[in-house]
């Protein structure tokens, strides 16, 4: 089933000089990218993006961090986008995360995991209307 999903590569990549590297793995998975977009994410996008979490220890930390500098957006579409998109950027945690996926081959930390994907056709639609 087509679907479209949100992506974002997130500032310590961008400032790691990965962004090149990730986007072609984006880009061999045969989606189409629909939109892509070098830019900085507001505060006011962060809060709406990350709503759910506001109240919790780790919600200044997180605002702080995916507005401390450049990211790449995106828009990618194609069959079952949401799904192998998260499959090719694997776990959350990049020590969980399988060698050849793009958290585990490039992760650090989790505070800081390279990568964000929508995990439902659902937040994808919510997330692109937030950052496009």
């Known amino acids: 089933m087509d679907q479209r ?12 000089g990965l962004v090149g590297r990730i986007l072609a793995r984006f880009e061999d998975t045969g989606l189409t990218f629909e939109r892509l977009e070098y830019g900085v994410v507001t505060a006011e996008q962060a809060a709406a993006n990350y709503a759910e979490h506001e109240g919790k220890p780790f919600y200044a930390g997180l605002i702080s961090y995916i507005t401390s500098g450049p990211v790449v957006k995106m828009v990618l579409s194609g069959p079952d986008a949401v799904v192998v998109c998260r499959k090719l950027m694997g776990a959350t945690n990049p020590r969980d995360a399988a060698p050849g996926t793009i958290r585990g081959d490039f992760g650090l930390i989790m505070d800081a995991n390279i990568v964000h994907g929508s995990d439902s056709p659902e937040s994808a639609e919510r997330e692109i209307s937030i950052f496009f």
């Not at 949100?6 to 990549?13: G, L, R, V």
């Open 5 to 16: 999903t949100y992506i974002m590569i997130k500032p310590d990549a961008v400032a790691r």
